[in-house]
Nanobody, 123 residues
């Protein structure tokens, strides 16, 4: 069971990125997939979760249009981040957990985590 993130990098403020999370070793059925980030010196922060089996999404942050989570319903979950700001600089992680156990905002119940992808936003 593995999650691998990609798509991070260095981007100027105001730009956009699409992060990808590819799962292997399990199917999305009965799982919730989430995106989280952790900036240096700060606590981990939940961004969004999705249930691929019905495409229902939950956003932790109330910033319409800034973060969009989606899935190909096969083995990949995406996070589109728009209008990037220097404060968005962090390692972005995806995580998976069984439905009904996951608490999206905190990541409690997420049992599988990727190693993360670094996003750096320059001003």
């Amino acid at each position: 069971v593995q999650l691998v993130e990609s798509g991070g990098g260095l981007v100027q403020a105001g730009g956009s990125l699409r992060l990808s999370c590819v799962a292997s070793g399990f199917t999305f059925d009965d799982y919730s997939i989430g995106w989280y980030r952790q900036a240096r010196g700060k606590e981990r922060e939940g961004l969004a979760c999705i249930i691929p089996s019905d495409d229902s999404a939950y956003y932790v942050r109330s910033e319409p249009g800034r973060f969009t989570i989606s899935t190909d319903n096969a083995n990949t979950v995406y996070l589109d981040v728009n209008n990037l700001e220097p404060d968005d600089t962090a390692v972005y992680y995806c995580a998976a957990g069984v439905l009904g156990i996951v608490v999206c905002p905190t990541g409690v119940g997420m049992t599988t985590w990727g190693k993360g992808t670094q996003v750096t936003v320059s001003s």
